[in-house]
């Protein structure tokens, strides 16, 4: 079960009909009961290295993430990714591990990976083979959930290519990714004939009970590994993953380009409601430090990403990594906002921007976003267009401010701002102006 049905099926005033069906998740309740509760922060290999991966590279990263402070900023995870096994085929059954990529297999490096003070997570797929066509979990969730719970591992990617026929959906979700898309990302069967019908309960879809297996299978173990969907927005997930894993990717890849990033931000803004605690809509791996993102750039990627609250998975070369994307993705107020305890809703737009409120536009997503947090209200401000533009964050129009001065925090530069009737500031060309909006100030 996910960590949020263990933590339900360990205290008996709240078990329900499917004690039943809980009371097997008994074995892998965490003493700590909050892993997953808050978005996921940590490192993965893909976006840095693709398939190109071996033992050095994680403990690198491991070593980079101690040593520059991420550690202690809340990044505990070290994910591997797919490539990690032998290509050719299972062994005995099971998952064989390429040992001249991971000398000391799986374990030895989880061991090395938790003297760190960090934990390790791996990656398969609910197909017949990974995406990059490595033996995959489909059909063996049970046999490869116990070697992952041997090995010491704490996480699982589990990605959703190479699906076989008699596995496939029976209708096609509304995934704004993949299907052209109306108003607020609409689907009609206009543009995808087998769309589902209204009211289908896409947790009875065939995706659901693929994923499911391996909750189920994980929950099996005596140890505690986390379940993150890497199902790329489809099957309606946003609808049935919180009962599956901790989070479920809500697109298809990143790129690190600009453009990719306004592409996620569009259609993760009309996906919001899915987001709570134990369940996040992942954004996917962060490109920081990666292409050609400016430095504008790079600050309004994180930005969203922390407020949209979705796993923060660092996707590069951390020994490569600037001094000043490091204090980036250390941020502090950004990194409070992403992992608060007390709110579990993200950040949602108030107001379009360059286009009328509720339009579903990849180049020039929703501008203003605002969320309330145990530290006040995070207020942001991107520029999508290429220029400079004036722009003002208006109180009366935030849900939870109204008009009046408030106590103001520049998040970038942790200044005070002082005490403010509305904060107007120039944004550079696809930069984000980010703020915190804290008490409403006395005396004025
Ligand atoms: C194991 O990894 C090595 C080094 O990357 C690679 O050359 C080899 O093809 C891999 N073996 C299999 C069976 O995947
Ligand atoms: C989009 O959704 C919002 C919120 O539910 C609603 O207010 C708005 O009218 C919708 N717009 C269109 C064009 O359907
Ligand atoms: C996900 O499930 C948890 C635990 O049941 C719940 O607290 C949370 O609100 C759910 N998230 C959403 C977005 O419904
Ligand atoms: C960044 O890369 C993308 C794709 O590789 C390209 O389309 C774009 O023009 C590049 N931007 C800059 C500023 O170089
Ligand atoms: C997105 O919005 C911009 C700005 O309004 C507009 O120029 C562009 O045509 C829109 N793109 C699409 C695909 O509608």
């Not at 099926?9 to 509760?37: E, F, Q």
């Not at 591992?153 to 995934?175: F, G, M």
């Not at 207020?379 to 999508?384: A, E, H, I, S």
Request: hydrophobic fraction near 40%.
């Amino acid at each position: 079960m996910t960590p949020h049905s263990i933590d339900r099926a360990a205290r008996p005033s709240v078990w329900s009909g499917l004690a039943l069906l809980l009371s097997t998740a008994h074995a892998i309740v965490m003493p700590d009961g909050v892993t997953g509760k808050v978005p996921s922060l940590g490192w993965n290999s893909w976006n840095a290295y693709h398939c190109d991966i071996d033992e050095s590279k994680f403990l690198s990263a491991a070593e980079v993430i101690v040593s520059s402070g991420l550690l202690d900023a809340g990044y505990n995870y070290v994910n591997i990714d797919d490539c990690w096994s032998m290509k050719d085929g299972r062994v005995d059954g099971h998952i064989a591990v390429n040992t001249t990529r991971f000398p000391d297999g799986i374990d030895g490096l989880a061991k090395k990976v938790h003297d760190l003070g960090l934990k390790l997570g791996i990656y398969s797929t609910a197909g017949t083979a990974t995406c990059a066509g490595y033996p995959a979990s489909l059909g063996y969730e049970d046999v490869d959930a116990a070697d992952f719970a041997d090995w010491g591992v704490d996480y699982l990617k589990y990605d959703n290519c190479n699906v076989p026929s008699d596995w496939q959906d029976e209708y096609v979700a509304c995934a704004p990714d993949a299907v052209q898309t109306g108003p607020n990302g609409t689907c009609s069967t206009a543009l995808e004939p087998n769309l589902a019908p209204p009211g289908y309960d896409w947790s009875t879809s065939k995706s659901a009970e693929r994923f499911n297996a391996m909750r189920n299978a994980l929950a099996k173990q005596s140890r505690e590994i986390v379940l993150s969907l890497c199902i790329w927005g489809v099957a309606d997930v946003f609808s049935w993953g919180n009962e599956t894993g901790i989070s479920w990717r809500m697109s298809g890849d990143i790129s690190p380009e600009w453009g990719s990033v306004t592409h996620i931000i569009n259609m993760n803004s009309f996906k919001m409601n899915s987001v709570g605690f134990w369940g996040h809509n992942d954004a996917d791996i962060l490109e920081v430090g990666n292409g050609n993102l400016t430095a504008a750039e790079t600050r309004t990627h994180f930005a969203l990403w922390a407020a949209m609250k979705s796993p923060l998975l660092i996707g590069t070369d951390l020994a490569q990594l600037s001094q000043e994307n490091i204090e980036l993705l250390k941020n502090k107020h950004l990194l409070a906002f992403n992992q608060d305890s007390v709110y579990g809703q993200p950040a949602t737009p108030y107001k379009w921007g360059v286009n009328p409120d509720w339009t579903f536009n990849y180049t020039n997503p929703a501008e203003y976003w605002a969320g309330p947090s145990s530290k006040g209200h995070l207020v942001l401000m991107m520029n999508t267009l290429d220029h400079t533009v004036r722009k003002e964050a208006k109180w009366s129009e935030i849900p939870g401010l109204s008009a009046g001065r408030y106590e103001v925090r520049d998040v970038w530069t942790d200044k005070s701002l002082g005490c403010l009737s509305s904060y107007k500031t120039a944004v550079a060309a696809h930069d984000t102006a980010v703020i915190l909006v804290g008490k409403k100030c006395r005396n004025w």
